[in-house]
């Protein structure tokens, strides 16, 4: 039996997924880490990555390379031509019985969200990204041109937000008490210091965020602002991705998929779609169908079968896709 496999290489964490054709979803892979080759470990790196968690999905799915009869690797870093050219010939490389189909994150999440038609997908998690997709089935990718980005562009928003509030440059903040209490320091400056210092240490960017996003839903005027523009930020670029596919002015789908969009609408993603509108632009918001790695198991599907997704082989992906559990950053 040939077998399918689709990758969702991101900027904190790679998911693999193993399918047959008919659309079952034999078994999954996810570690946590680095797939952008522009990251500092490098591209060989990031291949290793990606290689590790692909085998463990065939490792559930009792199954080896040679069997895999097209992989796609939905992959942040996939960004200029010469990327694409890159990693796919490492994959090409891995001992695939098929070929490998390299595309952008964005591209993955764009068809995992709205598999068909003008859309766009804006992409929010440890970074983000967006994918448009034209009436000709043309698509754009937000690539280098994105900002803003995601959660750890966020959690340095908190901080840089606690510590104007601690200063008196801004309003005071529950956002205060959240940070000192996921850090344990005993005050703004001890934290600062944890952060910042030569020996310091990585933001805890999913208590973080989350903190954020639950003191912006409170009304706090701090976390709300900082919720807002950075949202803001991301419905601008979803409008400008519109743009780019020449669907502004038409009905097109829009979806918003990512660790910092579930469970559904938040201080966040509304402060996108206010700014989508302010563009005078009047997408039909809708919840994404699958997640990103689902979307490059599709991409591969569809080029084997050389025809839209039929909806039987869609329905057996629904009814083996793997938890959203297994996609989730905001646990750490």
């Known amino acids: 039996m040939t077998l399918f496999l689709g990758v969702d290489g991101g900027n904190s964490k790679v998911v693999a997924l193993v399918a047959s054709l008919d659309g079952t979803i034999l078994g999954a ?24 968690v692909m085998d463990e999905a065939l490792e559930q799915a009792g199954s080896t390379r040679r069997r895999i009869g097209r992989a796609v690797f939905s992959m942040a870093g996939a960004d200029w031509p010469e990327d694409l050219t890159l990693l796919r010939r490492t994959f090409e490389a891995s001992g695939f019985g098929g070929p490998a189909i390299v595309v952008n994150d964005g591209i993955g999440a764009l068809v995992g969200a709205v598999a068909e038609g003008p859309a766009v997908v804006v992409a929010i998690g440890t970074g983000a990204a967006t994918g448009a997709r034209g009436h000709d089935g043309g698509t754009w990718h937000s690539s280098f041109w994105q900002s803003p980005h995601g959660a750890v562009e966020l959690a340095q928003g908190m901080l840089s937000a606690v510590v104007r509030s601690e200063l008196g440059i801004d309003p005071p903040t529950v956002l205060r008490d959240q940070l000192l209490d996921i850090t344990g320091d005993g005050s703004v400056d001890a934290a600062l210091h944890r952060f910042t210092g030569r020996d310091s240490v990585m933001l805890p960017v999913g208590r973080m965020v989350r903190a954020l996003l639950e003191a912006a839903e409170l009304d706090d005027a701090v976390a709300a602002r900082v919720i807002r523009v950075h949202g803001t930020g991301l419905g601008t670029m979803a409008a400008a991705a519109a743009r780019r596919v020449s669907i502004a002015d038409a009905p097109f789908a829009l979806s918003f998929c990512g660790s910092l969009a579930r469970p559904g609408p938040n201080a966040l993603t509304r402060a996108a779609l206010h700014a989508i509108h ?21 991409i591969g599907l569809r080029s084997e079968l050389a025809t839209p997704l039929p909806e039987d082989v869609a329905a057996r992906l629904d009814a083996s896709a793997p938890p959203s559990s297994l996609y989730d950053i905001l646990d750490t």
């Not at 880490?33 to 591209?43: E, L, M, N, Q």
């Open 29 to 52: 892979g996810r570690r946590l880490g680095s797939a952008d080759i522009y990251a500092a470990a490098g591209p060989g790196a990031a291949v290793a990555l990606v290689e590790a």
């Open 278 to 298: 302010a563009a005078d632009q009047a997408p039909t918001l809708v919840t994404p169908r699958w997640e990103p790695a689902i979307g490059a198991l599709v």
